[in-house]
């Protein structure tokens, strides 16, 4: 089966114009638009929030939220909220984030390792509806429970780069999302990783590979073709559009990549 193809909003865009982009996407067809959350530019649960109400079927993916910037409690609650909200419709990622900006931030994890896996550990069981009561090195629960768990539980999509939180994001994730970074070759590899992590943790569902790339924004419908090929194993790619000096478009040409995604996956 073909990926899913979408677009990026990507923070470098101002927050304000959002709203009208996704709508636009949601137009031309598209079946995704993609938020990540970004220090210090913006949050993602608000926006993605706003593009949500603002559209009927369009679902919206956020990639990824920092998990030493949230309390998991905090996380489970606002995922469920949207969940209920949107049915189907809201795919949550969760991560590291820059490890630099969490040292601006205050809040680097020791271990960032240990930290994600506690994380998404009790994220997970928040979310499945169970009273949860732990005492990890970062998460402590006493008893705590979703008064309003969501209905139809999304998945949890996590984060990764290097190996052992690709193993991690196979072993505990419903999905992985790779940033790429490291070009096609790579993030194939990454996600065998993951798949392979999984495959050892003996963990056969479902499993989703999102993956992050660029390509100009006056690409043609064969250039995202040729772009969406070179990741055979995604099973979503998600698409940043770039002005012509090859930094993140500001949102003048978004549109444009827009129609061409959308023919390209017609």
């Known amino acids: 089966m073909a990926a899913t193809l979408s677009i990026i909003l990507p923070p470098d865009v101002p927050p304000e114009r959002f709203i009208g982009l996704a709508q636009a996407a949601e137009a031309a067809g598209l079946e995704e638009v993609w938020l990540w959350e970004d220090c ?6 608000g926006p993605s ?8 079927r369009i679902r919206v993916g956020l990639g ?3 998990v030493p910037l949230r309390n998991v409690a905090l996380t489970a609650m606002e995922i469920s909220a949207l ?11 969760i991560g590291h984030g820059v490890l630099e900006w969490m040292g601006q931030a205050g809040v680097r994890a020791r271990s960032p390792l240990t930290l994600l896996r506690e994380q998404a550990t009790a994220l997970r069981a928040l979310l499945a509806g ?11 629960l006493d008893r705590v429970r979703l008064r309003w768990p969501p209905g139809q539980v999304p998945p949890l999509l996590i984060g990764a780069g290097r190996p052992r939180t690709l193993a991690l994001a196979g072993e505990l994730g419903d999905g992985v999302i790779l ?17 392979d992590a999984r495959a050892a943790a003996g963990v056969d569902a479902p499993y989703e590979v999102i993956e992050f790339t660029s390509t100009a924004a006056d690409a043609g419908v064969d250039d995202v073709r040729r772009l969406a090929a070179a990741y055979p194993l995604a099973t979503r790619i998600t698409i940043l559009a770039l002005a012509p000096d090859g930094t993140p478009d500001r949102g003048d040409r978004i549109e444009a990549l827009i129609v061409t995604i959308a023919a390209a996956a017609a």
């Not at 969940?83 to 990622?93: E, I, K, T």
């Not at 169970?130 to 402590?140: A, F, K, M, Q």
């Open 130 to 140: 169970e009273e949860v009561t732990v005492d990890g090195e970062y998460v402590r």
């Open 40 to 45: 210090f530019a913006q949050a993602g649960l």
């Open 179 to 195: 940033a790429g970074d490291d070009g096609p070759e790579a993030e194939t590899a990454g996600a065998r990783a993951a798949l």
């Open 64 to 66: 990824l939220m920092p």
């Open 83 to 93: 969940a209920r909200m949107f049915p189907g419709r809201f795919l949550p990622g």
């Open 49 to 56: 929030a706003a593009v949500l109400a603002a559209t009927s």
